[in-house]
């Protein structure tokens, strides 16, 4: 019975997105999003004052049979992530589709809204299902419901293409899933989250294991399964960009955790997967990372980030894995909490970002860096917020995305130090530096080019800074970097609970290690701070007695100069080239000028680099089966009397086989 | 608190000695009698005086830079202790946060460079940006190994560690040193990654992101270059009182004579490198200071079989 009232609820809710008039279909969706981000809110908050894992409703499906809707610690970290990110995105949403109303028809903008609230419940389901039937089936609405919303510009070729490869890739991680559960049922006779343990004792862990983690990962972005982030990010609305960037490839990792959560007591099991975790995430981390930096349009560029972050996520994972198999608990316990705090932390920043590249895409209406330059004059707000979200991005202090690093660097550095595990620890350090660097020349180029200098187009000129709605929608995210950053000792109270419910470990090493390591670094923060603007201070007060004028910047002798001799997104990366190019494979439009040309004449040029693993899965096959059509079009002469030959040909040769006695 | 103190102030001697020293070096080998030993002191002091004149392209951030520029390598600068001298401040993990205030540093400054809009700063940035990625991993390793070791993950544990190391390691932590000073030469931008003295705008990579400074923040520039030289200087001199068991008394002069000497006489000697080799120049620094790494984990699982 209640689930036909829950139903009929849902109806209901619905038919209200589709009769309310245009111009309040948002607040009816922010309405329900937020009654739905309060409940999993206090949910949440429940879960975590008592500590104990809360049952929501129970039911039996016909496939797996029992199941649950409950919310342990792990689950409530992720509630609270979905909730905060999704409210920032309904109310940011409002501004940004303002610019379609007239455009659009309004029950597509119904079917928007409807799909955004979708995903936003079907996200929160997935995550506090117990497994099988009923987390195939949130897991599958969150697809179909992403989809939707990537299709919101659906007149544009190249955003139907790219929902449509969305939808192919997820169902190709789906169809994993259900082939994972399956045998999981097989063996144990449930297909919840909690056999999966029994599973890995009775059974081959690894053939399960490695169905479930390409399942979750295509969802994740795991290399090579990360192809479709960047080709839908680019489609994709901001607002939805943030929300699948920030929340829903977390719902992978959130798979992730949960696979290793299962092998707890097998050290020799939670080693070799550790390992491969380790593995994975240092290859995303780099391939996502050195194709960020290559990128010149802002989406693509932070949908590759994407990937990065996902891969410095594994790493910590597997680091925690592989420490944990050691028995050094406190490898464990910095891994994880680095690994969730970088989780929650990539929400915010990476939604903070989308948003402003929502800002500028609205007011601009393209997402190539090379025709904007100088909006920092023109959007001073949104400068100065995604200012934010690139420090916090590049893991500097005194911002959060350093917090969470800092302690995947810890937990590294203790097994160097202490002996355990030093090679996988420095591989992770290796690797992690060099993300690290190389994420500051992606975004040094991508601020650098965007938000300053000279505009490279006219458009530039024409921009002006968004409403204050969508302002205070970014707002929420910056605060929270900025509080995560400024005071990590509260934030990673709940985080240390959380990484204590999963490794079932005592979190006294936590406490007693990072509490004090976290409240120095807040300290240094706060002198850090203080130094600066004492430092400021004291610049004023020097340049206070001395004349300070205004002037063209320094063209080193040269005057006649043009704003399109500005360091582009392009030549910005270009000694990366070298390094990157085994990965990636350009595609050029147009003819670039000749070195002999003395006088050149107008050109066009248009380089994209694209991804190797791209043409190396899309392609191989869609070549194969152009090979295959090409001989099978042989047979289609189109007279009949080659067709009545077949026909004979097709039934002597059943006739033959039966009677051979094969058929 | 005292031994706190002493440790800044000798800190601050080295830093404000290094550039004197590179200085006197290059004048001698080119047979000039050169510059007086403080002469950029006051050089420095000269233009916190002056005026500015500022782009009118550019937005606050040029403006404000500098200031986190100089104040993020002010806060490294107090990590670090001379020997077993106790610095300032000291916390487990120091080390990666050090890393990562240079570069906070390195961010400003670049942001700052694109904010001109000018085509050569865009081009330092640019380089810089590649060059401080690359060179990252090698800060990392020289760092790993000195934890390896030393068995702590902050510098003021590292170099107080008083240790019988075996002759072996010594020659593996003067290898640390070595990388550290090489590090110096690619973030202080010179010969033979970078020169400062070129003439021409599109071969510099650091002093060109600086051309629209004037007057105060060039002033906070250059001193926070001396800053920077004075922490890698130190460190590697740390990494050699450690492997000889030495004090505070040793490594200071060792930081100053052996960053100011290698500095002048390589710029003296050679040339710098053609820009498109200074990737595989880095690279290089990068899987050595990797293979020393390695090689110093194999000799201490020798050790403790």
Known sequence: MMYLYSLLAAVLLIVAIFITPVKHKVWVATGIIAAAAMAAFGIALTVFSRGTEMTIAEFSTPIFGAEHFSVDMLSSLFLVIISIASLATVLYSRGYVAGYLKTLSPAHISLHYTALVLLVVSMMLVVTSSGGFSFLFTWELMTIASFILILFEAKRQDVRRAALNYLVMMHIGFMFLVVGFVLLSNVTGSANFEAIEQYFKIANPLPL?????????????????????????????????????????????????????????????????????????????????????????????????????????????????????????????????????????????????????????????????????????????????????????????????????????????????????????????????????????????????????????????????????????????????????LFPQFAIHPISLVAEAITGADNYIALEHFIPTLQTISAICWVLLAVVILLYLLKRHLQGKSKVTEGPTWGCGFTAVNTKMQYTGESFAEGLESIGKPLMKDTVDGRAVDKGEIFPSPHQYNIRHKDKVDSLLGQWWVQMMHRINKFVMRLRTGRVNNYVTFALVFLVAVLILTLVGIL | MLVKLLNTLLMIVVALSITGVINRTRAVLAGRRGIRFFQHIYNARLLLRKGSVYSTTTTALFRIAPTVYLGAAIVAFLFIPVADLEPLLSFHGDIIFVAYLLALARVAIILAAMDTGSSFEGMGAAREALYGALVEPALMMAMATLALFCGYSSFADIFSTAQELNMNLTIVLLLVAYV?????????????????????????????????????????????????????????????????????????????????????IVESLRARNKLSRNVTYILTIVAMSALVLLTGFLLIQNIEI
């Open chain 1, 209 to 485: 294991f490695v169905i479930l983690f390409i399942g979750f990962g295509m969802k994740a972005g795991v290399f090579p399964m990360h192809i479709w982030l960047p080709e839908a990010h680019p489609a994709a609305p901001s607002h939805v960009s943030a929300i699948m960037s920030g929340v829903m490839i977390k719902t992978g990792v959130y798979g992730i955790i949960r696979l290793l959560q299962s092998i707890d007591h097998n050290t020799e099991l939670l080693y070799t997967i550790g390992l491969i975790v380790l593995l994975s995430g240092i290859v995303t981390g780099l391939w996502g990372v050195i194709l960020a930096a290559m990128q010149n349009d802002i989406k693509r560029l932070l949908a590759y980030s994407s990937i990065e972050n996902v891969g410095v996520i594994l790493i910590g994972l597997g680091i925690a894995a592989v420490g944990h198999a050691a028995g050094s608990s406190l490898i464990g316990m910095c891994g994880i909490c680095g690994a969730l705090l970088h989780t929650v932390n990539h929400s915010l920043f990476k939604t903070l970002l989308f948003f402003s590249a929502g800002n500028i895409y609205s007011k601009l209406h393209t997402t190539a860096m090379n025709q904007m330059g100088g909006i920092a004059k023109h959007m001073p707000v949104t400068a100065i917020l995604m200012l934010l979200g690139t420090v916090a991005i590049c893991a500097l202090p005194p911002l959060n995305g350093f917090i969470s690093e800092v302690l995947i660097y810890i937990g590294m550095f203790n097994g160097v130090s202490d002996g355990h595990e030093v090679l996988y620890s420095v591989a992770g350090i290796f690797s992690l530096s060099l993300i690290g660097g190389i994420v500051v020349l992606a975004f040094t180029k991508l601020y650098g080019v965007v938000f300053l200098g000279s505009p490279r187009s006219t458009h530039v000129a024409e921009s002006s800074e968004v409403d204050n709605l969508r302002i205070g929608a970014m707002a929420i995210p910056a605060v929270l970097i900025l509080f995560i950053g």
């Open chain 2, 180 to 264: 550290f000073i090489i590090i110096m030469f690619i973030e202080a931008g010179r010969v033979p990654v970078d020169d400062p003295k070129t003439h021409l705008e599109l071969t510099m990579i650091h002093e060109v992101m600086c051309l629209d400074y004037s007057g105060v923040d060039m002033a906070f520039i250059h001193i926070a270059g001396w800053l920077k030289n004075a922490i890698f200087a130190t460190i590697a001199a740390n990494a050699v009182a450690v492997a000889f068991s030495f004090h505070w008394w040793f490594a200071v002069p060792l930081a100053i004579l052996g960053a100011g000497l290698s500095v002048g």
